[in-house]
């Protein structure tokens, strides 16, 4: 079968050498492209903001927040664009990364669209339960900052969203942890998976309901990866969130 997860595909001896290169992928991509991204970005706006000063630049918090933004995202889709490219090389260096032809079927397309629906439903429950414990429902800070820069920068920021994020993201999260670091053991790769997909998107700010709700949809991804056997369809559904949700985001403002 052509799919991502053939356990065949390597013999048991070599399984413990797949874990540990998904391991330092792992490790190696969060320090160059998190770690590395967001320093680079706290270095860039103290800068700014000495630069600014000694210059007597006349600049209002607004216009400056602005600026800051607008060398957030040109920033994320570069980093972005390098972590794919880094991405590919290094684990088809490790032996991960094998290239075969993208094969969607209309069965796949059946699931996308099956399990975008649960995602809408589970999200909605997940609201009504928390609504009935008098918990905050705030909008989660994450999403806040997405459609900051949809304002700001449309272009960039659909590309990034739209496009880079479900590759990458999916690369990391479904095809690393639970392709390779538990392949024999998918349930335990889902619910790592699914919890580090939602931790992924704390950085602009942490709340119970925001890791809960992207971890709902790190769980119905993966769950799509295992049954499917097949990157392309979870990247395909992670795409078809990230846009629906940009056309409604457009037409509701």
């Given at each position: 079968m052509d799919n991502e997860l053939n356990y065949k595909t390597l013999i048991p001896e070599n399984i413990p050498n797949e874990r540990k290169s998904a391991i330092k992928t792992l490790v190696f991509y969060f320090l160059i492209f998190i770690v590395g991204l967001?320093?680079?970005?706290?270095?860039?706006?103290?800068?700014?903001?000495?630069?600014?000063?000694?210059?007597?630049?006349s600049l209002t918090r607004e216009q400056f927040y602005n600026l800051l933004n607008t060398v957030s995202i040109y920033?994320?889709?570069?980093?972005?664009?390098?972590?794919?490219?880094?991405l590919y090389y290094y684990t088809k260096k490790k032996g991960l990364l094998t290239l075969r032809r993208i094969n969607i079927t209309v069965i796949d397309i059946v699931i996308v669209l099956g399990a975008y629906v649960v995602l809408i439903v589970s999200s909605q429950l997940?609201?009504?339960?928390?609504?009935?414990?008098?918990?905050s429902i705030a909008t989660p800070d994450n999403q806040k900052e997405v459609e900051g820069l949809l304002r700001t920068n449309p272009a960039l920021m659909?590309?990034?969203?739209?496009?880079?994020?479900?590759i990458k993201e999916e690369w990391i999260t479904r095809k690393l942890i639970i392709g390779s670091i538990f392949k024999h053991s998918p349930i335990i790769g889902l619910i790592v998976s699914s919890f580090g997909f939602g931790l992924l998107h704390m950085l602009a700010g942490f709340s119970i309901y925001a890791l809960l709700s992207y971890s709902l949809?790190?769980?119905?991804?993966?769950?799509?990866?295992?049954k499917t056997k097949k990157i392309e369809v979870t990247i395909f559904a992670h795409f078809l969130n990230n846009l629906v949700s940009i056309i409604l985001f457009y037409a509701t403002n």
């Open positions: 967001n320093l680079l970005l706290v270095i860039a706006t103290i800068w700014g903001a000495i630069f600014v000063k000694t210059a007597h630049i920033a994320d889709s570069i980093f972005g664009v390098l972590s794919l490219f880094w997940l609201d009504v339960i928390f609504q009935h414990f008098n918990y659909i590309i990034s969203a739209v496009i880079l994020a479900p949809a790190g769980l119905i991804f993966g769950i799509i990866y295992i």
